[in-house]
């Protein structure tokens, strides 16, 4: 808990603004600060309304409630169709419910996603917390801003943007772009509410901060929590001069690494790079690596559970899944998925497959900062980027071209210039495929 | 653009010949569109050169701004025509009953309009027109009828902004839905060439010849709203001239206006013909069934427009307010994956994309368990017959994953479990829907062992968010909008595109 979080909380009970923002980057203690303000608000009254994106997001909220907060009421709301794990519906303090009349009564504090929490009719609350704002659609939070009277918008400003699958041009610019984020929206048409930025990174290692500060989070910098003796990595067994064994011992000891395969386009579907991925997630495993940080001084042996394979298509998420369960049964338990999915959780060690790697052009989906963002962002101690050579030249034939809308703001950073950085960082952890010592290229 | 859909163009590519992207057409075509060709004048935003219209191929009205003064003579001739091709479609309605409380009877429009552009840049054009016509005042009879036409402009763009929806199609967008060509997309843009590569005249080799010839500069038109530059300088600037001449001269106009005419009928009658052409081409094709209900839609739409006509009159806002924004992203939302549905419901060629994209397999029913049921939660048995399908696709789809499948459209599936055996996979299915309550179970739904399935994701159950009504827009939105106290709702209570 840092000084700026406990300003927050102590602000919240008196607050004469109808909101208050918390932008906050990647793993400053958002969801630790959201349920310490449920916890404060219910001081005051009950039930708070606090609603999050997914029904994944959700859980761990309940999750966090039920074992930081166990003198809180938890009521889940959720919707008919989705199964609550079983953690959730055995713990003797969690309500379950699909209907607001079932809990409302009991419940401290009643979390939901935003789209249940559309469908609630006729109830009005004094305080709601929305958490992951940035990754609410302002038509939502129009849907579901009858519920509350003032609220606690809470969310990380550098992840993916809402989409949507339509054309939405006509909408560019208005204050109510029902395609914007909540927060942006909101902030456009309230330009009083007070905005305050978490300035810490607990999850980032030293070694990450700096460059993700200045690729995307230019406007409110921030630093890191640990120091660089706190986040160590390192391998119990010897390694036997693969590419993948130079990547990994590179990333250990500067917590960065680029696994540089022969220029090709393969389209979406790369199965070398697919290999080199599960070959370096193999490689970790077999070394036994371990962690230390400031939550385990002593060390812990890296697990499946602790890895995570990150990418840009659904598509490449399925096939490196398929791959894993057929020819790496021992990488059971690593988490493979896209950008999307993956926002909001961490891991320790994380294997990106870059979002241009293969590509013979540069699209709005693939230059997304966000995206980029999200893939670089999970890990605790090391990231692990994989991707065929000649990103850069690629960069430089495709730049960004998209017009700009006058009224349109963001607080996200170009892309393409976004991309630049992060690539021009990753020269210095450069390790080609191909040279069979592991040089270092610099 | 797909991966089929680029194996596709290079195939075209490669025998000079389109080929066919779907199995049948998706968009209702009426028996008698209004065809409609306008070209712009080079500079203003919103200025017209020439209008063509009309429904019948051989007796086309042109209307001609002139060079310089009011257009509003023009735009009047043009809303006249316009506006009694539209009421025409008002002349007959249809009672539908009562279907719930929130669904009363109401009647509804036998016809509705549909006016036939040759691409999408022509869309803009009459948007901008929409939007700089409907916010005129309407002193006179010739301004009012402008302003109706700037108001019927605005809704038949905005319906072209829907997925699905038949009011206004660039026939560009339309070809290129039913047919891939060997050239670029954005070559596609031109109605000639994209004609060519489809259905080349008889005496050429084949399509790309075809397209080659039509670009000759010599003969080639564009099908506006822009003209050509060599046109406007060496064609048009020189009429224009003289007309200028004539009138600082006071003499008599009508000699120049007339070669204008004559200049401009000689410039747009290729494509208009063209336009016909790509008519019958796309008449020729057999319709979707999907393309009847969301035609049955296109009609409340257009029913819902004369009500609100005739009941309010107002011209619709500049710019979408909070809430009307949302509704209409809601509703462009729900269309397009409606669309999406229903095209594979119909289309083998659509599913066949899908299949290549992960969002659909397609497989041999080997096994069929008819006896599989389940105990309710109140403990009642449940009718739930399960199959297995045996695909070679590559399937992208985990256990959980409801489908649908073409040949059973009340049925809904869920996959139970998926295994790889060598190269094929081993899908069991289980069906969650439409096989009736287990007393009275519905073995229809059952597909015949060795059938040959294609199973699509299902699409998102849908329902219309509930948002608060204009007056009620929040703080967090800027709360209600200021002007208009009285504007009503809309149709936002009822939701039925």
Redesign the interface.
């Known amino acids: 808990m840092d000084h700026a979080s406990r300003a927050i909380l102590e602000r919240l009970p008196t607050l004469t603004h109808?909101?208050l923002v918390v932008d906050s980057p990647p793993g400053a203690g958002k969801s630790t600060l959201a349920a310490r303000a449920a916890d404060v608000l219910t001081q005051s009254s009950r039930p708070c309304a606090v609603m999050a994106q997914t029904n994944n997001q959700v859980d761990h909220l309940v999750r966090r409630f039920a074992r930081h907060h166990p003198h809180l009421h938890t009521a889940r709301l959720t919707a008919t169709?989705y199964t609550v794990p079983d953690d959730l519906q055995k713990h003797p303090r969690v309500r379950i419910g699909t209907r607001i009349e079932d809990l409302e009564k009991t419940a401290d504090i009643i979390v939901g996603t935003a789209?249940k929490w559309?469908?609630v009719?006729d109830r009005r609350w004094p305080w709601a917390i929305i958490d992951e704002a940035y990754q609410m659609r302002?038509?939502?939070?129009?849907?579901t801003?009858?519920l509350f009277d003032q609220?606690l918008f809470v969310g990380d400003p550098g992840q993916l943007d809402p989409f949507?699958?339509?054309?939405?041009d006509?909408?560019h610019g208005?204050?109510?772009?029902?395609?914007n984020s909540?927060v942006a929206?909101?902030l456009a048409?309230?330009r009083d509410l007070p905005v305050h930025s978490l300035p810490v990174s607990w999850r980032l290692p030293p070694s990450a901060v700096t460059l993700i500060s200045d690729a995307f989070y230019p406007f409110t910098p921030f630093h890191a929590g640990s120091s660089e003796t706190d986040r160590t990595l390192t391998y119990l067994s010897n390694g036997m001069r693969t590419p993948a064994d130079a990547v990994i011992e590179h990333a250990a000891r500067t917590g960065w690494a680029l696994l540089e395969l022969p220029a090709r386009i393969t389209?979406q579907l790369d199965a070398e790079a697919f290999h080199a991925i599960l070959g370096i997630a193999e490689r970790l495993l077999v070394r036994h690596a371990i962690t230390t940080c400031e939550d385990n001084p002593q060390g812990h042996i890296l697990q499946p559970g602790d890895i995570a394979i990150g990418t840009a298509h659904?598509?490449q998420a399925?096939h490196i899944r398929a791959l894993l369960a057929?020819n790496y049964p021992q990488l059971h338990g690593v988490t493979v998925n896209t950008a999307n999915r993956l926002q909001g959780s961490e891991f320790r060690v994380t294997i990106v497959l870059h979002p241009l790697s293969g590509r013979g052009d540069a699209s709005a989906f693939h230059l997304e900062a966000g995206r980029l963002c999200v893939l670089t962002t999970r890990h605790r101690h090391a990231c692990i980027v994989v991707a065929r050579a000649g990103i850069a030249g690629l960069l430089d034939t495709h730049p960004s071209n998209d017009p700009v809308h006058p009224g349109a703001t963001s607080k996200v950073p170009d892309g393409w210039e976004a991309h630049h950085s992060v690539l021009a960082h990753l020269t210095d952890h450069t390790i080609s495929s191909q040279t069979r010592r592991g040089r270092r290229r610099s | 653009m797909s991966?089929l859909t680029s194996l596709l163009r290079m195939r075209a590519t490669a025998t000079g010949n389109a080929l066919r992207a779907s199995h049948l057409r998706h968009l209702h075509l009426s028996d008698q569109p209004l065809m409609l060709l306008a070209l712009k004048r080079t500079g203003p935003a919103a200025r017209p050169l020439a209008v063509m219209l009309g429904t019948d191929p051989y007796r086309p009205q042109l209307l001609i701004a002139p060079p310089s003064g009011s257009t509003t003579p023009m735009l009047a001739a043009l809303a006249d025509t316009v506006t009694a091709y539209i009421d025409a479609c008002q002349r007959h309605s249809e009672y539908l009953p009562a279907v719930s409380d929130n669904k009363p009877a109401r009647r509804r429009h036998t016809d509705a309009p549909q006016i036939l552009v040759p691409n999408p840049q022509t869309v803009q054009h009459l948007k901008d027109l929409g939007d700089a016509l409907r916010f005129r005042r309407a002193d006179d009879q010739n301004s009012q009828s402008v302003q109706r036409l700037g108001h019927w402009l605005t809704y038949l763009t905005d319906r072209a902004?829907i997925?699905g929806s038949a009011a206004l199609i660039p026939l560009t967008s339309f070809l290129g839905m039913h047919w891939v060509t060997g050239q670029s997309p954005q070559e596609d843009d031109d109605l000639a060439t994209l004609l060519a590569w489809i259905d080349p005249p008889r005496n050429t080799a084949s399509g790309r010849d075809a397209a080659l010839k039509t670009e000759n500069p010599a003969t080639h038109r564009l099908a506006g709203p822009a003209t050509d530059a060599a046109f406007d300088n060496d064609h048009l600037a020189p009429l224009f001239d003289a007309h200028a001449r004539t009138r600082t001269q006071g003499r008599d106009q009508t000699r120049t206006l007339a070669e204008l005419e004559r200049l401009l009928a000689a410039y747009m009658q290729p494509t208009w013909d063209l336009m016909w052409h790509a008519y019958a081409l796309l008449q020729a094709l057999p319709e979707a069934t999907g393309s009847t209900r969301r035609w049955d839609h296109e009609r409340t739409a257009f029913t819902d427009e004369c009500i609100h006509l005739t009941q309010d009159g107002r011209p619709r806002p500049a710019?979408?307010?909070?809430?009307a924004?949302?509704v209409r992203?809601?509703r462009?939302?729900h269309a397009?994956?409606a669309f999406a549905a229903e095209r594979a419901a119909d289309d083998p060629f659509a599913r066949a994309e899908l299949r290549t994209?992960?969002a659909a397999f397609g497989g041999t029913v080997t096994v069929i368990d008819s006896r599989h049921t389940l105990r309710g939660p109140t403990g009642r048995p449940q009718w739930r017959p399960r199959l297995i399908v045996s695909t070679t696709d590559q399937l992208?789809m985990e256990p959980g994953q409801p489908l649908v499948c073409h040949a059973h459209r009340k049925a809904a599936y869920t996959i139970c479990d998926i295994t790889?055996r060598g190269g094929d996979t081993l899908v069991e299915l289980e069906i969650t829907a439409g096989m009736g309550p287990a007393a009275r179970p519905n073995h229809g739904i059952l597909p015949e062992p060795g059938a040959f399935l294609v199973f699509t994701i299902a699409p998102d159950?849908y329902?219309m968010?509930?948002?608060?009504s204009r007056d009620?827009?929040?703080?967090?939105?800027?709360g209600p909008p200021p002007d208009h106290p009285d504007h009503t709702d809309e149709d936002e209570s009822d939701e039925s595109q």
């Open positions: 109808r909101g169709d789209m559309a469908t009719t302002s038509d939502t939070l129009l849907g801003a009858r609220a949507s699958t339509v054309e939405t006509r909408f208005l204050t109510h772009d029902p395609m909540a929206v909101l048409n309230n389209h659904s598509s399925h057929r | 991966l902004d997925p710019r979408d307010q909070a809430v924004a949302a992203l809601a462009m939302e397009a994956a994209t992960g992208r790889r159950h329902r968010p509930e948002f608060p009620e827009t929040p703080w967090t939105h800027g």
